[in-house]
Protein backbone atom coordinates (compact mmCIF):
# COMPACT_ATOMS: atom_id res chain seq x y z
CA UNK A 1 0.00 0.00 0.00
CA UNK A 2 1.68 3.02 -0.96
CA UNK A 3 1.13 6.44 0.82
CA UNK A 4 1.33 9.89 -1.41
CA UNK A 5 3.07 12.55 0.80
CA UNK A 6 1.97 16.02 -0.70
CA UNK A 7 5.47 18.30 -1.38
CA UNK A 8 4.49 21.15 -3.15
CA UNK A 9 8.21 22.38 -3.21
CA UNK A 10 10.50 24.13 -5.85
CA UNK A 11 12.91 22.16 -7.68
CA UNK A 12 15.65 24.32 -7.13
CA UNK A 13 14.84 25.77 -3.93
CA UNK A 14 18.06 24.73 -2.67
CA UNK A 15 20.21 26.59 -4.93
CA UNK A 16 17.80 30.09 -4.26
CA UNK A 17 18.90 29.76 -0.35
CA UNK A 18 22.37 29.51 -1.73
CA UNK A 19 21.57 32.48 -3.69
CA UNK A 20 19.68 34.55 -0.76
CA UNK A 21 23.30 33.63 1.47
CA UNK A 22 25.06 34.88 -1.72
CA UNK A 23 23.19 38.52 -2.01
CA UNK A 24 23.66 38.74 2.08
CA UNK A 25 27.53 38.32 1.11
CA UNK A 26 27.32 40.71 -1.08
CA UNK A 27 24.93 43.48 0.45
CA UNK A 28 27.17 42.64 3.91
CA UNK A 29 30.17 44.26 1.72
CA UNK A 30 28.39 46.77 -0.08
CA UNK A 31 28.73 45.73 -3.31
CA UNK A 32 26.30 45.26 -6.01
CA UNK A 33 26.30 42.46 -8.66
CA UNK A 34 25.25 41.52 -12.38
CA UNK A 35 24.41 38.36 -13.67
CA UNK A 36 25.64 38.74 -17.54
CA UNK A 37 23.73 36.10 -19.74
CA UNK A 38 23.25 35.78 -23.60
CA UNK A 39 23.73 33.02 -26.27
CA UNK A 40 27.45 31.91 -27.61
CA UNK A 41 28.44 34.91 -29.50
CA UNK A 42 26.44 37.33 -28.74
CA UNK A 43 29.25 39.91 -27.44
CA UNK A 44 29.35 39.35 -23.69
CA UNK A 45 32.86 39.91 -23.39
CA UNK A 46 33.33 42.49 -25.20
CA UNK A 47 30.22 44.56 -23.97
CA UNK A 48 32.06 43.57 -20.34
CA UNK A 49 35.22 45.52 -21.50
CA UNK A 50 33.13 48.20 -23.18
CA UNK A 51 31.25 48.77 -20.53
CA UNK A 52 34.50 49.03 -18.43
CA UNK A 53 35.89 51.72 -20.78
CA UNK A 54 32.20 53.58 -20.61
CA UNK A 55 32.12 53.59 -16.71
CA UNK A 56 35.62 55.58 -16.78
CA UNK A 57 36.91 54.82 -13.49
CA UNK A 58 33.75 55.54 -12.00
CA UNK A 59 33.04 52.23 -10.47
CA UNK A 60 35.64 49.51 -9.00
CA UNK A 61 34.91 46.48 -10.16
CA UNK A 62 35.05 43.09 -10.22
CA UNK A 63 34.54 40.51 -12.45
CA UNK A 64 33.41 36.09 -12.32
CA UNK A 65 33.49 34.78 -15.34
CA UNK A 66 31.69 31.42 -16.02
CA UNK A 67 33.01 29.05 -18.55
CA UNK A 68 32.91 25.76 -19.95
CA UNK A 69 36.16 24.83 -19.45
CA UNK A 70 38.76 27.53 -20.38
CA UNK A 71 40.00 30.78 -18.83
CA UNK A 72 40.86 33.00 -21.38
CA UNK A 73 38.39 35.35 -20.67
CA UNK A 74 39.25 35.70 -16.78
CA UNK A 75 43.17 36.38 -18.08
CA UNK A 76 41.23 39.09 -20.48
CA UNK A 77 39.94 40.62 -17.37
CA UNK A 78 42.74 40.94 -15.84
CA UNK A 79 44.96 42.24 -18.44
CA UNK A 80 42.27 45.15 -17.99
CA UNK A 81 43.28 45.75 -14.26
CA UNK A 82 40.33 43.85 -12.78
CA UNK A 83 40.24 41.59 -9.93
CA UNK A 84 38.93 38.42 -12.00
CA UNK A 85 37.91 34.89 -10.75
CA UNK A 86 37.40 32.31 -13.23
CA UNK A 87 34.76 29.15 -12.79
CA UNK A 88 35.02 26.41 -15.32
CA UNK A 89 31.91 24.53 -14.91
CA UNK A 90 32.99 21.49 -16.24
CA UNK A 91 30.10 21.03 -18.70
CA UNK A 92 27.56 22.68 -17.14
CA UNK A 93 25.75 24.91 -19.08
CA UNK A 94 24.81 27.67 -16.75
CA UNK A 95 26.44 29.05 -12.95
CA UNK A 96 24.43 27.81 -10.11
CA UNK A 97 24.52 29.70 -7.04
CA UNK A 98 27.36 27.39 -5.25
CA UNK A 99 29.50 28.15 -8.02
CA UNK A 100 29.16 31.78 -6.63
CA UNK A 101 29.18 31.38 -3.63
CA UNK A 102 32.65 29.71 -4.53
CA UNK A 103 34.03 32.16 -6.42
CA UNK A 104 33.25 35.27 -4.26
CA UNK A 105 35.69 34.99 -1.62
CA UNK A 106 38.50 35.31 -3.88
CA UNK A 107 37.18 39.07 -4.53
CA UNK A 108 38.42 42.14 -3.01
CA UNK A 109 34.60 42.25 -2.20
CA UNK A 110 35.27 45.08 0.73
CA UNK A 111 37.03 47.28 -1.97
CA UNK A 112 34.57 46.84 -4.64
CA UNK A 113 31.59 48.75 -5.41
CA UNK A 114 30.80 46.31 -8.58
CA UNK A 115 30.68 42.58 -9.43
CA UNK A 116 30.14 41.41 -13.21
CA UNK A 117 29.40 37.37 -13.49
CA UNK A 118 29.56 36.83 -16.72
CA UNK A 119 27.14 33.59 -17.20
CA UNK A 120 27.76 30.48 -19.64
CA UNK A 121 26.83 31.57 -23.21
CA UNK A 122 23.29 29.88 -23.41
CA UNK A 123 19.47 30.85 -23.75
CA UNK A 124 17.92 28.10 -22.18
CA UNK A 125 18.42 27.57 -18.49
CA UNK A 126 20.79 30.40 -16.59
CA UNK A 127 17.88 32.72 -15.97
CA UNK A 128 16.79 29.36 -13.79
CA UNK A 129 19.68 29.55 -11.46
CA UNK A 130 19.72 32.67 -9.07
CA UNK A 131 23.03 33.11 -8.20
CA UNK A 132 22.17 36.22 -5.71
CA UNK A 133 23.21 39.05 -7.83
CA UNK A 134 20.91 42.26 -7.83
CA UNK A 135 20.37 42.73 -11.75
CA UNK A 136 19.92 39.62 -14.48
CA UNK A 137 21.29 41.26 -17.28
CA UNK A 138 20.42 39.72 -20.66
CA UNK A 139 22.48 40.73 -24.12
CA UNK A 140 20.12 39.80 -27.88
CA UNK A 141 22.32 40.74 -30.45
CA UNK A 142 21.33 41.93 -33.81
CA UNK A 143 22.19 38.94 -36.09
CA UNK A 144 20.63 36.56 -33.92
CA UNK A 145 17.16 37.54 -34.78
CA UNK A 146 14.25 38.98 -33.66
CA UNK A 147 12.22 36.23 -32.90
CA UNK A 148 14.40 35.16 -29.58
CA UNK A 149 11.55 35.54 -26.99
CA UNK A 150 9.13 34.06 -28.67
CA UNK A 151 11.70 31.14 -28.66
CA UNK A 152 13.11 31.35 -24.99
CA UNK A 153 10.46 33.05 -23.32
CA UNK A 154 12.07 31.52 -20.02
CA UNK A 155 14.91 34.20 -20.23
CA UNK A 156 13.43 37.18 -21.38
CA UNK A 157 11.09 36.84 -18.22
CA UNK A 158 14.09 35.96 -16.21
CA UNK A 159 15.71 39.45 -16.62
CA UNK A 160 15.74 43.00 -15.26
CA UNK A 161 17.70 45.48 -18.02
CA UNK A 162 18.19 43.85 -21.59
CA UNK A 163 21.08 45.33 -23.87
CA UNK A 164 20.34 44.75 -27.67
CA UNK A 165 24.01 44.43 -29.03
CA UNK A 166 25.38 45.15 -32.39
CA UNK A 167 22.86 47.50 -33.42
CA UNK A 168 25.91 48.70 -36.06
CA UNK A 169 24.45 45.50 -37.74
CA UNK A 170 20.50 47.26 -38.43
CA UNK A 171 20.98 48.43 -42.05
CA UNK A 172 22.43 44.83 -42.83
CA UNK A 173 20.30 42.16 -41.25
CA UNK A 174 16.81 41.62 -41.27
CA UNK A 175 15.80 42.92 -38.08
CA UNK A 176 11.88 43.69 -36.63
CA UNK A 177 12.74 45.72 -33.96
CA UNK A 178 9.27 46.47 -33.60
CA UNK A 179 8.40 42.56 -33.40
CA UNK A 180 11.18 42.48 -31.18
CA UNK A 181 10.30 44.88 -28.55
CA UNK A 182 6.63 43.13 -28.31
CA UNK A 183 7.89 40.25 -27.03
CA UNK A 184 9.54 41.18 -24.62
CA UNK A 185 7.29 43.43 -23.02
CA UNK A 186 4.92 40.73 -23.11
CA UNK A 187 7.20 38.58 -21.35
CA UNK A 188 8.79 41.72 -19.48
CA UNK A 189 6.49 44.15 -19.08
CA UNK A 190 8.30 47.41 -18.13
CA UNK A 191 12.00 46.36 -18.51
CA UNK A 192 14.49 49.21 -19.80
CA UNK A 193 16.10 48.06 -23.14
CA UNK A 194 19.36 49.70 -23.86
CA UNK A 195 20.62 49.58 -27.38
CA UNK A 196 23.91 49.51 -27.53
CA UNK A 197 27.20 48.86 -30.31
CA UNK A 198 30.23 47.45 -28.97
CA UNK A 199 31.91 47.95 -32.09
CA UNK A 200 30.94 51.97 -32.38
CA UNK A 201 30.91 52.60 -28.87
CA UNK A 202 27.08 53.67 -29.45
CA UNK A 203 24.81 53.62 -26.45
CA UNK A 204 27.61 52.64 -24.30
CA UNK A 205 27.69 55.79 -21.77
CA UNK A 206 23.94 55.50 -21.39
CA UNK A 207 23.68 51.91 -19.99
CA UNK A 208 26.79 52.88 -18.01
CA UNK A 209 24.93 55.99 -16.65
CA UNK A 210 22.08 53.76 -15.56
CA UNK A 211 23.96 51.01 -13.97
CA UNK A 212 25.88 53.64 -11.77
CA UNK A 213 22.61 55.10 -10.79
CA UNK A 214 21.14 51.33 -9.75
CA UNK A 215 24.84 50.52 -8.01
CA UNK A 216 24.57 53.94 -6.09
CA UNK A 217 21.00 53.44 -5.26
CA UNK A 218 21.94 50.53 -3.83
CA UNK A 219 24.82 51.63 -1.65
CA UNK A 220 22.53 54.40 -0.41
CA UNK A 221 19.70 52.26 0.54
CA UNK A 222 22.23 49.90 2.33
CA UNK A 223 24.06 51.94 4.78
CA UNK B 1 23.37 19.51 -19.23
CA UNK B 2 21.63 21.44 -16.50
CA UNK B 3 19.28 18.28 -15.99
CA UNK B 4 22.08 16.42 -13.72
CA UNK B 5 21.89 19.54 -11.49
CA UNK B 6 18.06 19.42 -11.36
CA UNK B 7 18.15 15.89 -10.70
CA UNK B 8 20.39 16.50 -7.47
CA UNK B 9 17.60 19.09 -6.54
CA UNK B 10 14.74 16.53 -6.96
CA UNK B 11 16.37 13.90 -5.15
CA UNK B 12 17.31 15.64 -2.33
CA UNK B 13 13.53 17.37 -1.92
CA UNK B 14 12.18 13.75 -2.23
CA UNK B 15 14.90 12.13 0.71
CA UNK B 16 14.17 15.02 2.37
CA UNK B 17 10.14 14.55 2.95
CA UNK B 18 10.64 10.55 2.89
CA UNK B 19 11.88 10.08 6.62
CA UNK B 20 12.71 6.45 6.43
CA UNK B 21 10.13 5.29 4.03
CA UNK B 22 10.52 3.66 0.88
CA UNK B 23 9.95 6.07 -2.15
CA UNK B 24 8.19 4.28 -4.79
CA UNK B 25 7.39 7.56 -7.22
CA UNK B 26 7.61 11.24 -7.43
CA UNK B 27 5.42 13.48 -8.84
CA UNK B 28 6.66 16.83 -10.50
CA UNK B 29 4.72 19.30 -11.78
CA UNK B 30 6.79 21.18 -15.04
CA UNK B 31 5.72 24.04 -17.34
CA UNK B 32 6.48 24.28 -20.86
CA UNK B 33 8.79 27.70 -20.15
CA UNK B 34 10.31 25.24 -17.84
CA UNK B 35 12.99 23.61 -20.17
CA UNK B 36 14.27 20.18 -19.37
CA UNK B 37 14.24 17.18 -20.84
CA UNK B 38 12.71 14.26 -18.92
CA UNK B 39 14.44 11.36 -19.92
CA UNK B 40 17.79 12.54 -19.32
CA UNK B 41 16.04 13.72 -15.70
CA UNK B 42 15.44 9.99 -15.61
CA UNK B 43 18.75 8.74 -17.07
CA UNK B 44 20.11 11.00 -14.54
CA UNK B 45 17.75 9.86 -11.64
CA UNK B 46 18.40 6.28 -12.32
CA UNK B 47 22.38 7.06 -11.29
CA UNK B 48 22.25 9.14 -8.68
CA UNK B 49 18.73 7.35 -6.79
CA UNK B 50 21.47 4.11 -6.21
CA UNK B 51 22.08 2.84 -2.98
CA UNK B 52 19.32 5.66 -1.53
CA UNK B 53 15.52 5.06 -0.58
CA UNK B 54 14.55 6.45 -3.77
CA UNK B 55 16.07 3.43 -5.94
CA UNK B 56 14.25 2.06 -8.38
CA UNK B 57 11.51 4.40 -7.99
CA UNK B 58 9.84 6.12 -10.44
CA UNK B 59 9.46 9.94 -11.74
CA UNK B 60 6.37 11.17 -13.03
CA UNK B 61 6.21 14.69 -15.14
CA UNK B 62 3.03 16.16 -15.45
CA UNK B 63 3.25 18.69 -18.19
CA UNK B 64 1.75 21.70 -18.13
CA UNK B 65 1.37 23.59 -21.59
CA UNK B 66 2.24 27.11 -21.87
CA UNK B 67 -0.49 29.37 -21.82
CA UNK B 68 -1.49 33.08 -22.43
CA UNK B 69 -4.23 35.03 -21.53
CA UNK B 70 -5.16 38.41 -23.17
CA UNK B 71 -6.02 41.41 -21.04
CA UNK B 72 -8.09 42.65 -23.48
CA UNK B 73 -10.63 40.68 -24.44
CA UNK B 74 -9.81 37.77 -21.81
CA UNK B 75 -8.92 34.76 -24.47
CA UNK B 76 -6.58 32.25 -23.08
CA UNK B 77 -4.54 30.77 -26.06
CA UNK B 78 -1.30 28.50 -26.67
CA UNK B 79 1.55 30.58 -28.02
CA UNK B 80 2.57 29.39 -31.23
CA UNK B 81 6.67 30.45 -30.87
CA UNK B 82 6.42 32.80 -33.26
CA UNK B 83 3.93 35.56 -31.53
CA UNK B 84 2.04 36.39 -28.58
CA UNK B 85 -1.16 37.91 -30.52
CA UNK B 86 -3.85 37.09 -28.72
CA UNK B 87 -5.86 35.05 -31.69
CA UNK B 88 -9.15 36.67 -31.07
CA UNK B 89 -8.39 40.06 -31.09
CA UNK B 90 -5.34 40.86 -32.14
CA UNK B 91 -4.56 42.58 -28.77
CA UNK B 92 -0.85 42.43 -28.00
CA UNK B 93 -1.51 42.83 -24.37
CA UNK B 94 -1.03 39.70 -22.78
CA UNK B 95 0.43 37.74 -19.82
CA UNK B 96 1.64 34.15 -19.04
CA UNK B 97 -1.08 32.35 -17.04
CA UNK B 98 0.30 29.15 -17.39
CA UNK B 99 4.05 27.58 -17.77
CA UNK B 100 6.37 28.46 -15.59
CA UNK B 101 5.85 25.48 -13.21
CA UNK B 102 8.87 24.00 -11.55
CA UNK B 103 7.92 21.84 -8.89
CA UNK B 104 7.99 18.44 -6.81
CA UNK B 105 4.33 18.07 -6.29
CA UNK B 106 4.36 15.22 -4.02
CA UNK B 107 5.72 11.31 -3.29
CA UNK B 108 4.58 8.10 -2.96
CA UNK B 109 5.85 5.72 -0.13
CA UNK B 110 5.55 2.21 0.91
ZN1 LIG C 1 -7.84 39.27 -27.06
Redesign the interface.
Same mark, same amino acid.
Given at each position: ? !??????? $? +????? !?DRIAARNREVLDHAGVYAINIMASPGAGKTSFILKTLDALNGRLKLGVVEGDLASSIDAEKAMAAGLPAVQINTG? /? #??L /?AVMLADALPSLPLQDLDLVVVENVGNL? #?PA??LLGTHLNVLIASIPEGD /?KP? +?Y??MY?GMQALIINKIDLLPYVPFNME?FK??V $???NPGVTPFPVSCKTGEGMDVWADWLVGKVNTQKNNGT | MHELSITQGILDIALGNAGTRKIKQVNLVIGQFSSIVDDSVQFYWDILSKDTAAEGSILHFERIPGEMTCRSCGHVFRPNGETFECPACSSSSVGISKGNEFQVESIDVE
Open positions: M !NTRIPII $E +KILSA !NG /D #CH /DI #CSF /DY +KPGMYQG $EVL | -
